[in-house]
């Protein structure tokens, strides 16, 4: 393995307490809810040392987002409307679509793909994402690439 930082993208389920309990504490710290590092640790049940170690680690993929372009590939069923409705979703959390392509469907199912930009104004993107999925008629929403 080289040496490389390399990025994964998980959902919740699969982040360790203690890292969601960093994130916490990291939004506390800025959000001006507490006022020190010691306050904040304490809020969410960590160590400093914990804090320390894995805060410049750990971040809400929403904060990290702002101002990139991000690549959705997903099914739907061949539907009137279905991708109409999941425009409405990306246009009510304000971001930018640049590209859409959707395959010929194939009994009854369309793969599409789209590039999404996220901007300043652009609402949690996770929170999209899951409305995304969560919508009657799509199936498997992942995220092929960020830039």
């Not at 914990?50 to 690549?71: E, P, Q, V």
């Not at 789209?114 to 919508?135: A, C, F, I, P, R």
């Given at each position: 393995m080289s040496d490389t930082t390399k990025y994964?993208?998980?959902?919740?389920k699969a982040v360790p307490d203690v890292l969601l309990r960093v994130v916490e504490a990291?939004?506390?710290l800025e959000s001006e809810q507490v006022m020190s590092v010691q306050e904040a640790v304490d809020s969410v049940g960590i160590s400093r040392s914990s804090f320390y170690k894995y805060k410049d680690d750990?971040?809400?993929?929403?904060?990290?987002?702002?101002?990139t372009t991000l690549t959705l590939t997903f099914q739907m069923d061949d539907k009137p409307g279905v991708l109409s409705d999941v425009l409405?979703?990306?246009?009510e959390y304000r971001a930018n679509i640049l590209?859409?392509?959707?395959?010929?469907?194939?009994?009854?199912?369309?793969?599409?793909?789209?590039?999404?930009?996220?901007l300043q104004t652009t609402g949690d993107v996770?929170?999209?994402?899951?409305?995304?999925?969560?919508?009657?008629?799509?199936h498997h929403v992942k995220i092929l690439a960020k830039e």
């Amino acid at each position: 393995m080289s040496d490389t930082t390399k990025y994964y993208l998980v959902t919740q389920k699969a982040v360790p307490d203690v890292l969601l309990r960093v994130v916490e504490a990291k939004r506390l710290l800025e959000s001006e809810q507490v006022m020190s590092v010691q306050e904040a640790v304490d809020s969410v049940g960590i160590s400093r040392s914990s804090f320390y170690k894995y805060k410049d680690d750990i971040f809400r993929f929403h904060d990290n987002a702002m101002g990139t372009t991000l690549t959705l590939t997903f099914q739907m069923d061949d539907k009137p409307g279905v991708l109409s409705d999941v425009l409405k979703i990306i246009a009510e959390y304000r971001a930018n679509i640049l590209t859409i392509h959707q395959s010929i469907p194939i009994n009854g199912i369309a793969s599409l793909s789209l590039s999404v930009q996220v901007l300043q104004t652009t609402g949690d993107v996770s929170k999209m994402l899951e409305k995304m999925e969560e919508h009657k008629g799509v199936h498997h929403v992942k995220i092929l690439a960020k830039e």
